[in-house]
């Protein structure tokens, strides 16, 4: 079988234009590949999530949604890794390992594992190195009108809507063969 594909656009650029403020990370370095503790466990990973802080939002954010999403997965819809939604607006930072429950009032919709939680990087051994882009959205509403049983679809269009400004990290991961 061959994973010879285009490379994916940024999912980003595909939708409205929103200012942008400052996403950080002590575990993540842009655009750098990022340690296995990141990792799925199916490739010898911990599935902890990265520790990320923001700062720069605009003024009338009344909540925050985290995410984490694969690009280059070799799907038509890319694989979400992660959801957390309805972070209050007190909420600037999680720390490593936060995404395994729900945390700080906000709750997780089901990556494309399956599972409420912060799901790592599992790319097809042997694949060109994947982008993973965690992203925070400001968002105008104290909370999406959304459960943990919807879609991670269903999250993004809502965030269409509700959307003021967004900060995104890009961080790469690849499995040698």
């Not at 370095?29 to 911990?46: I, L, M, N, R, Y």
């Not at 919709?109 to 925070?136: K, L």
Request: aromatic share 12%; glycine share 10%.
């Amino acid at each position: 079988m061959s994973l010879d594909r285009p490379i994916a656009p940024d999912p980003y650029e595909l939708l409205p234009a929103v200012p942008t403020f400052t996403l950080t990370s002590s575990d993540l370095g842009e655009g750098q590949p990022f340690d296995a503790a990141f990792a799925h466990g199916s490739v010898g990973g911990q599935d902890l999530s990265p520790q990320l802080a923001w700062s720069g939002f605009p003024s009338e954010t009344r909540s925050f949604v985290v995410n984490c999403f694969d690009p280059d997965a070799p799907t038509p819809s890319g694989f979400w890794h992660w959801n957390l939604v309805n972070l209050p607006v007190s909420v600037t930072e999680l720390a490593r390992g936060a995404g395994a429950e729900d945390v700080h009032g906000g709750f997780h919709v089901r990556s494309d594992y399956g599972t409420r939680a912060y799901g790592g990087a599992a790319p097809p051994a042997g694949d060109r190195p994947h982008r993973y882009y965690f992203a925070v959205h400001a968002v105008d509403v104290d909370a999406l009108d959304v459960t943990p049983d919807v879609s991670n679809a269903v999250v993004g269009f809502n965030l269409t809507f509700h959307t003021l400004a967004r900060a995104i990290l890009v961080a790469t991961y690849q499995v040698k063969a």
